[in-house]
Each structure stands twice: as structure tokens, then as C-alpha cells.
């Protein structure tokens, strides 16, 4: 590995001219990849990961560049080579790495690499006799096994130098349901900042797969959904991603900085209805979007974005603190060296209110309940969103009745919030991959169940 | 890393036969936003991945970590891998084919002999441009990139091929305000020549893809006619690409399973993959298993002619490998809708009533690839006898894909394709089901 002196020269390339800042990022991953597809095990794959990423700034202007290469003079050229974009008299900033801290915030019991193929293997196995035993009409089930060590050291010309460990796991479970009319999916994927023992200690495999087959099953004999506008009772868990698609980017410093976020300039005011209360927390024990560090080497933190409605914070990174002339919120993120960070979600969820799920479902005459979601996107400038409902039903007279498909829910961001008026007392997260400038990152999201009381649902069926 | 070294080991370990993929690349990306220079990336990578054949099965390993002490680590890793694998799928390490084709154009040094300095001023000069065309533009990022690929196969029966690609891509993410409503416009061209770059056309296209859409507004529920954009057709097409995978159809989960020959679209569509397209970095001679690659139509006519298939697939089919076997999986090349001959506006005057569809948002999770059925948000235009009424915006379009092929009624002469080589015409569909107040 890169030593102390190495990371200090490579630093000064960086300032030799009249940049203000400079960081280096090293990264060595070791990941697996398990598939299995029609029961047969189809690919192994593992992959070592390396690489060293340089990121020079002067105010919260600042250059990237990476490699392979962990040769010094490799490495000096690369940041000499970035330091030329900056014009200017060297400031002749003097600084020296602090005493390297380990960030160990979160126990790993079994360390993959103690495990072997042939016990991750098993694991799918039984996975997918879990999920094709679930029904007759199960045609086919995919099943993804990930896991992975990232060892990442940042240091910078602010004497910052860490070294932080990310284990993180993941088991995602795809099943499909046919009949002659069509074929339909479910999916389950939990994951979290485990080691092996999230498979004893944490989940229930066989239970995992069954939820996907469920879903599948329940989709295959399915109505098509109405369209038109109509309350929408939202579930707890993958529910989360409407506040994280439709509020969550939007309160990022990426979009935030720049004034281009429908929440630009509005701390303090009323963005949410006042039975919402949203947090993200990078500090969770083991959770999915969690690690001791951010990939900017600041400890991980929980941050109240909205309280009571009222916007309390956003999420930013350090050089955009400089653009916005706030503070940092620790949020700086990468998927990898291959990405410069910048601001991002880690574990966001809306917190618990008062009612029960029960009393939101009878407190609803016609509407849909989206019990499980599935992807979206969002347009940070406008705010408008889009999610699809991975399996929903109608809600009539206060009673959740037939089952119905292919619905998506579009509207923006800033209405949905000030529409939620109920929210229950049931929180759950669930894991998602979380793609933006800085590649793609593990994220949670969660709620417990809330109600909107208008959203516009597309369906195929038309008109209700 | 030397090959050989690697090659004797992996034999002296029992691996029957082994293959290396080389990748350098090297890339550049430059952002502007408000007059700074906010992104300025540089970086050169590599990575070999390896594939070896041990007691009949494929293992598989990569690192970005290359030198002939990671020798040891990738020979055990792919035993390690193969050990397990239980598919009774034959694998193959192909000997090579007597002939590939010589592909032009698919690298050019004009993106190297413009220095960074001069494309910083372009790309500044480029968002200076877009703010100039109308007063209700907020915000521009304007961006440049280009990057090169180096491509090194070898394997353990003597097969050696190289390629070396590039491209280079210059746009602007257009952001306009009317004081009450903000909408967003996306303009960008792809090339490995950098005269082909159009300032003024990039800065009018991206300019008016933002302007036009103010006060959009949902239109009402109902089934329209749809005239969907080139950029919007390409955007729905590439969710369903796997549809044509020969290994999604051998797993039966692809909707085309057993219809070859059958006629799933409108006889006016045309489905091509075509590796030979120039200035293209999806394009060249041979795949990432060293196979031949071959220009196709799947669909022709409206009738499905085949599929995409790799060395595996084929052989299960006992059939050739159309060249489509990448690192990633089974994946076209450059995939589009043949263009027609209609033009854009004639296709907008033939409408009664109906909507121009520019986007399609969030199609990696609201389009099924499994059962054809998407529901998406859109925004467009609405036309009433022909003429744009007014901007349509948050409002969802929902069909099937297969079901809209069939529904084609018009297909227009501008090809575009978008960042990853999936290209389309604007085209017009009979009916879909749109959802808004």
C-alpha cells in the first residue's frame, strides 16, 4: 500500500501551483459475484479492484483525475498534471497527515473471504428452491449474490488520514410467475453492512425468497390499475423511496448548490406537511448506506433534513459548504475512485408518527395502496418524479381489495410532501442502489406507512 | 503481465484452455456552469479480465491489479470459480475466425490534436451561446468528453486480436424559468471527429428543448394518438434490448421466445444491428469472445429474424455466434429502428388529435423487460388538426412494447442514437393510454 511520505508528495505535486486543497483517495476491493439462474450456478466471479483518485481544488472549484498506477512517479504527474488547470502563484500551504485513524463503527463478524464458494453457493440454493416451491406457476427464478471488502485511505492537505472498511453483502432474489396471459416479477434484495452472519444472525433466506415469489404470484393474477388522481397509502420500507426520489436528491447539495433544486434557498420553511419528519443517518448500526467515514475522511453522521414539516438541513459535501457558505454535513460519497464525491443520501428515512396502518387503510374510502415499490427517478430542477408500484391493490371502503398492476406514480416532489396526512408508527427500511454524479452507491430507505392524499397513478386500464 | 507466464501456469494447474481481455482506456470531461469550469476530470485505467476452462466449466476473475505476481491469484481464482459453476451449458475459447473485417473510422487523433485549453474555451463559448438564445434561460451546464479504448484479446490457442476506439461527446443540460414553471432540455452529439461538433445547433436544439416546455401541464386522460421523438423512441428501445438476447430466450424469459418468423411488429419496422457504423466506440471486427462480428436485421419487415447470441447460445441453438457475446453479457452493438422516410413535421401535421412525446422518464424501473409492459412519465406537446397546441407534462403514457410495435403506423428519417449507441427515428404509434387529469 501507498505510505505517508508517498500520499505527502503526491499532495504537494497537487498544491504546486495555486490550488487551496487537495485530497487523495486510494481504494483496494475485493468483491464475489454469485449468479444462478434456471437452478443451475451460471457465473462466479470475483474481482480485485485498485485504484487512487486525486481531487485538487482551490475554493470549491476542483479538478479529478485517477488511475490504476500505485507507482509514486505515476502518481506525482497525475497531480502535477491537475494542478496546471489552476493558474496562479503557489500559496505554499503547509501541512503534515495526522496519525492514521481506523474507523471501526461497525462489528463484522464473518469476513466473506473466510467463507467458501461452495457455502455462498449453498446459500442460493436454498434460496431458489425456497422461491420456486412458493407456487406452480414460479417459471423461473434469478438469484444475485454480492459481496464485498472496500478498504479506502483518504488524505489531505488539511492533515486529514483515514483508513476505513466497508463489508457489505447483498442477496437479491428475482422471481418470475407466467401463465398464458403474462408473465410477471417480484424482487427482493436485502443487504446491509455484514459480513456472512447477515444470513444467520440478521435475515431469514428461505422467507426472502418467498416474499419475491409472493409478489410475482400476486402481480400474475392481477387487474390492471386505473389511472387518475386518487389518495395513495404508501407501505413502510421500499415505500421510502418516494422521499428519496421525490425530496431525498433534491435536498442534496449537487442540486442545491447551484440554486437549480425546487428546495433551493428555503431552510427553515414549510416544505413537507407538519406530520413529516425525514432523517438521513449514516451512522446506523450496520445498515445498508452506512460506514464510519464518508468518502471525504469525515465521520458519518445522522442529519434531521426535515422536522415537523420544516426544512432543517441538507445534505453537503465540502466543497459545496464553500459554494453554499454552509456547513458540511459529512454527505461527501463515491461509489468507487473511478468518482470525485460529492453530496449523497446514505440511510433516509421518514420518521414514525401516531396513527396505525390499520386506522390509514380504514380511513380511506377509494384509493390505491402501493405495498411495494418499485424504481424511480426524479427531475431535481422541477421536482417532478415518476416511481412504479411493484404490487399494489385498490383500496375500497376502507378495505384493501383486488390486486392490480402496472401502476406508476408521477407528480413533484414539493406537493407530494405537503400532501401526506396520515403516517403511521410501523417504520421499516429496505436497500437500494442509488445512482447519481458519483456513481452508483448502497442506500436505504424506509418509512412506515404514510397516505398521500392525491397522487396521479398511470395504469394501462384507463380511466377510473 | 506476461501472457505466456500466465497461460503455462493456468496449464500447469489443469486449465484446459485461457483467455485475456485488456482494456486501457483513457478519458476527459469537462463541465461549464455559469461561466466556471465546474468538472475537470482526467484519468487512464486498465483492467484485464480473465476466463478459463477447467473440467468442462468457465471461471472467471478480473483486476485492475496487473503484474506477474497476480499469476497465482487469477490461475486459483478461476478454479476456484469453475469448481462451482454447476450449468451444463458447454463453454467454448474460440480459435478465431479466417477473416474480420477491416472497420474504419473507429478512432481518430482530431480529439487529441485540439488541446484541453481549446476545448475549456469551446465548451465556455458553447454555454455563452445557449443563454444568448432566449431570455427564460436560467441555467446552462454545457460538457465535453472524449475517451479511447484499447482493446488486447489473447488466448491459449494462439488467437491475438487489438482495437482501438474512440468518441467524443459535447452538449448542454439546458434549465429555463418563466418565473412560474422550470423545465429542463438535454441536447448532445456523439463523434470521434471533432469538427462534427455543431455549436449553434447544439445551443439552439438544447435551448428550445427547454423553452418549449414551459407551463406544460397534464392533458386529459384518454388515448391518444403518439408521435414518439427520436430521442424519446431510443430511451423506450433500450429496456427491451434483452428481449433479443438468445440467452434471455433460452431461459425463457424473454417475450420473443418462439416467434422467428412470425411477425411481432409493423411491417415499416426494421430492427439493425450493425457493428460496422463508423465513429462508434460499440463498433469492430470481432466481440469480446474473438468471434466475427456481423451486421443484421432482427426484425425485418416487422418479421423476427433471429436473435443475439454468443459462442454458448449458439451452440445450444447449433448455430453460428452473430458476434454478440461481450464482457457484460449477450448485448448488441449499434442497436437502432431503421429510419423511414417520412419527415418529423409532416408526422406531426398528420395527427388529428394526439402527443408528441420528447421524454420518457425513469424507464430502468417503469418499463418491464419481462412482460413487455411499461408506464412512464412523459412530457411533449399536445397537437390538435395538426398544428402543437400546447406543452404536456406530468402525465404517464403506458402500453406494452410488443403490442406497440405491432402499432407503428409511421416511422421518420431522423436516426439519433443516444450515449450508449441504442439509436431511433421519431415514430408513430396508432394509440397508447395516457394518463393525466
Same mark, same amino acid.
Given at each position: 500500500?501507498?505510505?505517508?511520505?508517498?500520499?505527502?508528495?503526491?499532495?504537494?505535486?497537487?498544491?504546486?501551483?495555486?490550488?487551496?486543497?487537495?485530497?487523495?483517495?486510494?481504494?483496494?476491493?475485493?468483491?464475489?459475484?454469485?449468479?444462478?439462474?434456471?437452478?443451475?450456478?451460471?457465473?462466479?466471479?470475483?474481482?480485485?479492484? %485498485?485504484?487512487?483518485?486525486?481531487?485538487?481544488?482551490?475554493?470549491?472549484?476542483?479538478?479529478?483525475?485517477?488511475?490504476?498506477?500505485?507507482?509514486?512517479?505515476?502518481?506525482?504527474?497525475?497531480?502535477?498534471?491537475?494542478?496546471?488547470?489552476?493558474?496562479?502563484?503557489?500559496?505554499?500551504?503547509? +501541512?503534515?497527515?495526522?496519525?492514521?485513524?481506523?474507523?471501526?463503527?461497525?462489528?463484522?463478524?464473518?469476513?466473506?473471504?473466510?467463507?467458501?464458494?461452495?457455502?455462498?453457493?449453498?446459500?442460493?440454493?436454498?434460496?431458489?428452491?425456497?422461491?420456486?416451491?412458493?407456487?406452480?406457476?414460479?417459471?423461473?427464478?434469478?438469484?444475485?449474490?454480492?459481496?464485498?471488502?472496500?478498504?479506502?485511505?483518504?488524505?489531505?492537505?488539511?492533515?486529514?488520514?483515514?483508513?476505513?472498511?466497508?463489508?457489505?453483502?447483498?442477496?437479491?432474489?428475482?422471481?418470475?410467475? @407466467?401463465?398464458?396471459?403474462?408473465?410477471?416479477?417480484?424482487?427482493?434484495?436485502?443487504?446491509?453492512?455484514?459480513? %456472512?452472519?447477515?444470513?444467520?444472525?440478521?435475515?431469514?433466506?428461505?422467507? @426472502?425468497?418467498?416474499?419475491?415469489?409472493?409478489?410475482?404470484?400476486?402481480?400474475?393474477?392481477?387487474?390492471?390499475?386505473?389511472?387518475?388522481?386518487?389518495?395513495?397509502?404508501?407501505?413502510?420500507?421500499?415505500?421510502?423511496?418516494?422521499?428519496?426520489?421525490?425530496?431525498?436528491?433534491?435536498?442534496?447539495?449537487?442540486?442545491?448548490?447551484?440554486?437549480?433544486?425546487? %428546495?433551493?434557498?428555503?431552510?427553515?420553511?414549510?416544505?413537507?406537511?407538519?406530520?413529516?419528519?425525514?432523517?438521513?443517518?449514516?451512522?446506523?448500526?450496520?445498515?445498508?448506506?452506512?460506514?464510519?467515514?464518508?468518502?471525504?475522511?469525515?465521520?458519518?453522521?445522522?442529519?434531521?433534513?426535515?422536522?415537523?414539516?420544516?426544512?432543517?438541513?441538507?445534505?453537503?459535501?465540502?466543497?459545496?459548504?464553500?459554494?453554499?457558505?454552509?456547513?458540511?454535513?459529512?454527505?461527501?460519497?463515491?461509489?468507487?475512485?473511478?468518482?470525485?464525491?460529492?453530496?449523497?443520501?446514505?440511510?433516509?428515512?421518514?420518521?414514525?408518527?401516531?396513527?396505525?396502518?390499520?386506522?390509514?387503510? @380504514?380511513?380511506?374510502?377509494?384509493?390505491?395502496?402501493?405495498?411495494?415499490?418499485?424504481?424511480?427517478?426524479?427531475?431535481?430542477?422541477?421536482?417532478? +418524479?415518476? %416511481?412504479?408500484?411493484?404490487?399494489?391493490?385498490?383500496?375500497?371502503?376502507?378495505?384493501? @381489495?383486488?390486486?392490480?398492476?402496472?401502476?406508476?406514480?408521477?407528480?413533484?416532489?414539493?406537493?407530494?410532501?405537503?400532501?401526506?396526512?396520515?403516517?403511521?408508527?410501523?417504520?421499516?427500511?429496505?436497500?437500494?442502489?442509488?445512482?447519481?454524479?458519483?456513481?452508483?452507491?448502497?442506500?436505504?430507505?424506509?418509512?412506515?406507512?404514510?397516505?398521500?392524499?392525491?397522487?396521479?397513478?398511470?395504469?394501462?386500464?384507463?380511466?377510473? | 503481465?506476461?501472457?505466456?507466464?500466465? =497461460?503455462?501456469?493456468?496449464?500447469?494447474?489443469?486449465?484446459?484452455?485461457?483467455?485475456?481481455?485488456?482494456?486501457?482506456?483513457?478519458?476527459?470531461?469537462?463541465?461549464?456552469?455559469?461561466?466556471?469550469?465546474?468538472?475537470?476530470? *482526467?484519468?487512464?485505467?486498465?483492467?484485464?479480465?480473465?476466463?478459463?476452462?477447467?473440467?468442462?466449466?468457465?471461471?472467471?476473475?478480473?483486476?485492475?491489479?496487473?503484474?506477474?505476481?497476480?499469476?497465482?491469484?487469477?490461475?486459483?481464482?478461476?478454479?476456484?470459480?469453475?469448481?462451482?459453476?454447476?450449468?451444463?451449458?458447454?463453454?467454448?475459447?474460440?480459435?478465431?475466425?479466417?477473416?474480420?473485417?477491416?472497420?474504419?473510422?473507429?478512432?481518430?487523433?482530431?480529439?487529441?490534436?485540439?488541446?484541453?485549453?481549446?476545448?475549456?474555451?469551446?465548451?465556455?463559448?458553447?454555454?455563452?451561446?445557449?443563454?444568448?438564445?432566449?431570455?427564460?434561460?436560467?441555467?446552462?451546464?454545457?460538457?465535453?468528453?472524449?475517451?479511447?479504448?484499447?482493446?488486447?484479446?489473447?488466448?491459449?490457442?494462439?488467437?491475438?486480436?487489438?482495437?482501438?476506439?474512440?468518441?467524443?461527446?459535447?452538449?448542454?443540460?439546458?434549465?429555463?424559468?418563466?418565473?412560474?414553471?422550470?423545465?429542463?432540455? *438535454?441536447?448532445?452529439?456523439?463523434?470521434?471527429?471533432?469538427?462534427?461538433?455543431?455549436?449553434?445547433?447544439?445551443?439552439?436544439?438544447?435551448?428550445?428543448?427547454?423553452?418549449?416546455?414551459?407551463?406544460?401541464?397534464?392533458?386529459?386522460?384518454?388515448?391518444?394518438?403518439?408521435?414518439?421523438?427520436?430521442?424519446?423512441?431510443?430511451?423506450?428501445?433500450?429496456?427491451?434490448?434483452?428481449? =433479443?438476447?438468445?440467452?434471455? #430466450?433460452?431461459?425463457?424469459?424473454?417475450?420473443?421466445?418462439?416467434?422467428?418468423?412470425?411477425?411481432?411488429?409493423?411491417?415499416?419496422?426494421?430492427? #439493425?444491428?450493425?457493428?460496422?457504423?463508423?465513429?462508434?466506440?460499440?463498433?469492430?471486427?470481432?466481440?469480446?469472445?474473438?468471434?466475427?462480428?456481423?451486421?443484421?436485421?432482427?426484425?425485418?419487415?416487422?418479421?423476427?429474424?433471429?436473435?443475439?447470441?454468443?459462442?454458448?447460445?449458439?451452440?445450444?441453438?447449433?448455430?453460428?455466434?452473430?458476434?454478440?457475446?461481450?464482457?457484460?453479457? *449477450?448485448?448488441?452493438?449499434?442497436?437502432?429502428?431503421?429510419?423511414?422516410?417520412?419527415?418529423?413535421?409532416?408526422?406531426?401535421?398528420?395527427?388529428?388529435?394526439?402527443?408528441?412525446?420528447?421524454?420518457?422518464?425513469?424507464?430502468?424501473?417503469?418499463?418491464?423487460?419481462?412482460?413487455?409492459? =411499461?408506464?412512464?412519465?412523459?412530457?411533449?406537446?399536445?397537437?390538435?388538426?395538426?398544428?402543437?397546441?400546447?406543452?404536456?407534462?406530468?402525465?404517464?403514457?403506458?402500453?406494452?412494447?410488443?403490442?406497440?410495435?405491432?402499432?407503428?403506423?409511421?416511422?421518420?428519417?431522423?436516426?439519433?442514437?443516444?450515449?450508449? =449507441?441504442?439509436?431511433?427515428?421519431?415514430?408513430?404509434?396508432?394509440?397508447?393510454?395516457?394518463?393525466?387529469?
Amino acid at each position: 500500500m501507498l505510505g505517508k511520505v508517498i500520499i505527502e508528495k503526491v499532495l504537494y505535486a497537487a498544491l504546486e501551483t495555486n490550488a487551496d486543497f487537495a485530497e487523495v483517495f486510494i481504494e483496494d476491493k475485493f468483491q464475489t459475484d454469485i449468479s444462478m439462474l434456471s437452478s443451475n450456478v451460471e457465473k462466479v466471479d470475483s474481482s480485485k479492484v %485498485f485504484g487512487v483518485g486525486v481531487r485538487v481544488a482551490r475554493g470549491y472549484h476542483s479538478v479529478y483525475g485517477y488511475t490504476n498506477s500505485s507507482l509514486e512517479d505515476d502518481l506525482v504527474k497525475l497531480a502535477s498534471d491537475l494542478a496546471q488547470s489552476f493558474e496562479g502563484e503557489i500559496l505554499n500551504i503547509k +501541512f503534515e497527515l495526522e496519525e492514521m485513524k481506523v474507523g471501526n463503527a461497525h462489528k463484522i463478524k464473518i469476513l466473506p473471504s473466510e467463507v467458501s464458494i461452495e457455502e455462498k453457493v449453498d446459500l442460493i440454493k436454498r434460496a431458489n428452491k425456497a422461491a420456486r416451491d412458493y407456487d406452480k406457476e414460479i417459471t423461473q427464478v434469478g438469484i444475485r449474490y454480492t459481496d464485498y471488502v472496500q478498504n479506502i485511505w483518504l488524505a489531505n492537505t488539511e492533515g486529514t488520514y483515514v483508513q476505513d472498511t466497508r463489508v457489505r453483502t447483498r442477496l437479491g432474489i428475482n422471481a418470475i410467475g @407466467a401463465n398464458e396471459v403474462t408473465k410477471q416479477s417480484g424482487f427482493n434484495g436485502p443487504g446491509g453492512h455484514y459480513g %456472512f452472519e447477515f444470513y444467520s444472525d440478521i435475515i431469514n433466506v428461505e422467507g @426472502a425468497a418467498k416474499e419475491a415469489s409472493r409478489v410475482a404470484i400476486t402481480m400474475l393474477h392481477a387487474d390492471e390499475c386505473p389511472s387518475g388522481k386518487m389518495p395513495v397509502v404508501i407501505d413502510n420500507g421500499f415505500g421510502g423511496v418516494i422521499f428519496h426520489e421525490a425530496c431525498g436528491h433534491s435536498l442534496e447539495a449537487t442540486s442545491v448548490a447551484k440554486g437549480a433544486s425546487v %428546495f433551493s434557498g428555503k431552510k427553515g420553511e414549510k416544505i413537507a406537511s407538519e406530520l413529516v419528519t425525514a432523517i438521513d443517518d449514516g451512522t446506523i448500526s450496520n445498515a445498508w448506506g452506512s460506514a464510519t467515514y464518508d468518502d471525504e475522511g469525515n465521520l458519518q453522521k445522522r442529519r434531521v433534513l426535515i422536522k415537523d414539516g420544516i426544512l432543517n438541513s441538507y445534505m453537503i459535501d465540502k466543497l459545496n459548504a464553500k459554494r453554499m457558505n454552509d456547513e458540511c454535513t459529512n454527505s461527501g460519497r463515491r461509489e468507487s475512485y473511478r468518482f470525485a464525491p460529492t453530496s449523497r443520501m446514505t440511510n433516509t428515512y421518514i420518521a414514525n408518527g401516531e396513527s396505525t396502518f390499520e386506522e390509514i387503510i @380504514a380511513a380511506t374510502k377509494f384509493g390505491l395502496y402501493a405495498k411495494k415499490m418499485g424504481g424511480g427517478s426524479v427531475n431535481p430542477p422541477t421536482g417532478d +418524479f415518476n %416511481f412504479s408500484v411493484g404490487e399494489g391493490y385498490m383500496i375500497r371502503d376502507g378495505k384493501i @381489495a383486488e390486486p392490480v398492476r402496472g401502476a406508476t406514480l408521477v407528480g413533484t416532489g414539493s406537493e407530494a410532501l405537503l400532501k401526506v396526512d396520515m403516517v403511521a408508527n410501523n417504520l421499516l427500511s429496505a436497500q437500494g442502489m442509488c445512482g447519481s454524479l458519483s456513481g452508483s452507491i448502497p442506500t436505504d430507505v424506509g418509512q412506515p406507512t404514510i397516505r398521500v392524499s392525491e397522487i396521479t397513478v398511470g395504469g394501462r386500464k384507463g380511466a377510473n | 503481465m506476461n501472457f505466456e507466464l500466465l =497461460f503455462k501456469e493456468a496449464k500447469a494447474k489443469g486449465i484446459e484452455d485461457i483467455q485475456v481481455y485488456l482494456a486501457n482506456d483513457s478519458d476527459f470531461e469537462i463541465e461549464v456552469f455559469k461561466g466556471e469550469l465546474d468538472t475537470y476530470n *482526467i484519468a487512464s485505467t486498465k483492467k484485464l479480465s480473465v476466463k478459463g476452462i477447467y473440467n468442462g466449466k468457465m471461471g472467471t476473475v478480473s483486476t485492475e491489479i496487473i503484474n506477474d505476481d497476480m499469476i497465482d491469484f487469477i490461475v486459483d481464482s478461476i478454479i476456484a470459480s469453475a469448481k462451482t459453476i454447476d450449468s451444463e451449458d458447454e463453454v467454448f475459447i474460440y480459435e478465431g475466425d479466417k477473416e474480420y473485417k477491416v472497420v474504419e473510422g473507429l478512432y481518430n487523433s482530431s480529439l487529441y490534436e485540439v488541446e484541453a485549453k481549446k476545448k475549456i474555451e469551446d465548451v465556455f463559448n458553447l454555454e455563452k451561446l445557449v443563454m444568448s438564445k432566449d431570455d427564460r434561460i436560467r441555467m446552462v451546464q454545457a460538457f465535453y468528453g472524449d475517451g479511447s479504448r484499447n482493446v488486447l484479446i489473447q488466448n491459449s490457442k494462439g488467437l491475438k486480436l487489438e482495437k482501438l476506439v474512440n468518441t467524443g461527446i459535447m452538449g448542454v443540460y439546458v434549465i429555463a424559468s418563466d418565473g412560474k414553471d422550470q423545465r429542463t432540455g *438535454i441536447e448532445y452529439s456523439q463523434s470521434n471527429d471533432y469538427k462534427d461538433f455543431n455549436f449553434e445547433e447544439l445551443a439552439t436544439l438544447g435551448a428550445e428543448k427547454a423553452v418549449s416546455l414551459l407551463g406544460a401541464e397534464p392533458c386529459e386522460s384518454g388515448e391518444y394518438e403518439i408521435l414518439l421523438t427520436n430521442n424519446a423512441s431510443a430511451s423506450l428501445l433500450a429496456p427491451y434490448v434483452s428481449m =433479443f438476447s438468445a440467452e434471455s #430466450v433460452q431461459k425463457d424469459v424473454s417475450l420473443l421466445k418462439g416467434k422467428v418468423g412470425e411477425v411481432v411488429g409493423s411491417s415499416i419496422v426494421t430492427i #439493425v444491428d450493425d457493428p460496422f457504423m463508423k465513429k462508434s466506440t460499440k463498433s469492430g471486427s470481432f466481440d469480446d469472445e474473438g468471434v466475427a462480428t456481423s451486421y443484421k436485421k432482427l426484425i425485418n419487415e416487422g418479421v423476427l429474424t433471429g436473435y443475439l447470441h454468443n459462442l454458448k447460445t449458439a451452440k445450444k441453438d447449433s448455430i453460428k455466434s452473430t458476434g454478440n457475446g461481450f464482457l457484460s453479457g *449477450i448485448v448488441p452493438t449499434n442497436f437502432y429502428i431503421k429510419p423511414g422516410d417520412l419527415s418529423y413535421d409532416k408526422a406531426v401535421k398528420s395527427m388529428k388529435k394526439g402527443l408528441i412525446i420528447t421524454e420518457l422518464a425513469g424507464t430502468h424501473s417503469g418499463a418491464n423487460s419481462i412482460s413487455g409492459d =411499461f408506464s412512464l412519465q412523459s412530457s411533449g406537446f399536445l397537437v390538435e388538426n395538426g398544428e402543437i397546441v400546447r406543452p404536456v407534462a406530468l402525465i404517464t403514457v403506458a402500453g406494452n412494447y410488443l403490442t406497440m410495435l405491432k402499432d407503428v403506423v409511421g416511422v421518420c428519417n431522423d436516426l439519433k442514437f443516444n450515449f450508449s =449507441f441504442i439509436g431511433s427515428p421519431a415514430i408513430k404509434i396508432k394509440s397508447l393510454v395516457v394518463s393525466g387529469i
